[in-house]
């Protein structure tokens, strides 16, 4: 069954630390694909990156990069020299071609608080 | 548009009454899901659209929930006879696509819908 599993439910940082936030997936499906929403305190959801399931390359944006590892099932965020405004409940989600149908199934998402 | 809309923003509803909610997906996009957020943090999947036909209903609680996509207007999910435990956020994505591996299967979101039920 398809699952995703982020293990850290809230963090605590101070302004300029590094944080990685992890996140697990179970799937069974060979095409799948794996994205980070990040939602503010004002609720909204954004959209921060996609990878797909044939591409393990890491991918940096700013302060922020990603770690893809298929042989653990990982994909992992991590947030370099965080600031205040990076402060909101990040979520990790899996679709599958086959199994979902295209319908993401979330984690329960990790609360980072950056404290200045 | 560019941005998924979704109306109301809050909604304040008696237990039993009924409540309808609003989306309209980014222009282009061929795929309409809707999501509620209970509890802050858990998502649970209800309905998917492809253009006007439903895609996939497996998570709707069907004997009070129901969703329609029209051609020329907005998608919209309707709660019958609400009850306590349907108080949460709705929130409404679409995609160009299921898949592709070029980014056209990325959902984007809507502000959401807060709907509470007294």
């Known amino acids: 069954a398809q699952k995703v599993t982020q293990a850290q439910t809230e963090i605590s940082v101070v302004e300029k630390e590094d944080v990685t936030l992890d996140c697990v997936y179970e799937?069974?499906?060979?095409?799948?694909?794996l994205f980070w929403y990040k939602q503010p305190p004002s609720g909204e959801l954004v959209f921060l990156i996609r990878r797909n399931s044939f591409d393990e390359q890491n991918e940096i944006s700013g302060r922020y990069s990603w770690n893809f590892q298929k042989s653990t099932s990982s994909f992992n965020f991590t947030i370099t020299a965080s600031q205040v405004v990076d402060s909101a409940v990040y979520f990790c989600?899996?679709?599958?071609?086959?199994?979902?149908?295209?319908?993401?199934?979330f984690g329960k998402g990790t609360k980072l608080s950056v404290k200045p | 548009g560019e941005e998924v809309a979704q109306t109301p923003k809050h909604l304040v509803r008696g237990e039993g009454q009924k409540a309808k909610l609003y989306c309209a997906p980014i222009k282009g996009h061929s795929y309409v899901f809707w999501y509620q957020q209970v509890l802050k943090n858990e998502f649970k999947f209800l309905i998917s659209?492809?253009?006007?036909?439903?895609?996939?209903e497996t998570g709707m609680p069907k004997e009070r929930f129901s969703a329609k996509c029209l051609p020329n207007s907005p998608c919209s999910l309707e709660i019958q006879a609400t009850k306590l435990e349907d108080s949460a956020v709705y929130f409404c994505a679409s995609s160009q696509l299921l898949a592709g591996g070029t980014g056209q299967e990325t959902q984007y979101f809507g502000p959401g819908t807060r709907l509470l039920v007294l």
């Open positions: 799937t069974r499906d060979t095409t799948y694909y």
């Open positions: 659209f492809q253009n006007e036909n439903v895609f996939d």
């Open positions: 989600a899996l679709s599958e071609v086959g199994g979902s149908q295209g319908n993401l199934i």
